[in-house]
């Protein structure tokens, strides 16, 4: 059974950071891109961040970019998203997706993710 597990949400005050986990299970880590996606309220849901090892590939949203880090960790089958410098408008629910990569950096259309996790609530209080 493909499960995806977010943790690391919660209240956070505006200029602290986050550590958000995704425990991946039940398929090849290593081949897939794992990203995080967030939806605020009224928002369509945009890519946050993604790693795809297997390709060495990275992705940053404009809106996180230089203030965030994607790592993983295929021993534990976890990736972790850090995000410093936080904003209200970070305030979403943040989802935790995979996509089967074939070579090439995934496109990150969310309707196009193979799994999803059930998401975490981060609130960025200013």
């Known amino acids: 059974e493909v499960q995806l597990v977010e943790s690391g949400g919660g209240l956070a005050q505006a200029g602290g950071s986050l550590r958000l986990s995704c425990q991946v299970s039940?398929?090849?880590?290593?081949?897939?891109?794992i990203a995080w996606f967030r939806q605020a309220p009224g928002k369509d849901r945009e890519a946050v961040s993604c790693i795809a090892r297997s390709i060495g590939s990275e992705y940053y949203a404009d809106s996180v970019k230089d203030r965030s880090t994607i790592s993983s960790d295929s021993a534990k089958n976890t990736v972790n998203l850090e995000i410093y410098s936080l904003k209200p408008e970070d305030t979403a629910v943040y989802y935790c997706?995979?996509?089967?990569?074939?070579?090439?950096?995934?496109?990150?259309?969310?309707?196009?993710?193979?799994?999803w996790g059930k998401g975490t609530l981060v609130t960025v209080s200013s």
């Open positions: 039940g398929f090849t880590f290593d081949d897939y891109a």
């Open positions: 997706a995979a996509e089967r990569v074939f070579g090439y950096p995934p496109v990150l259309n969310w309707r196009d993710m193979d799994y």
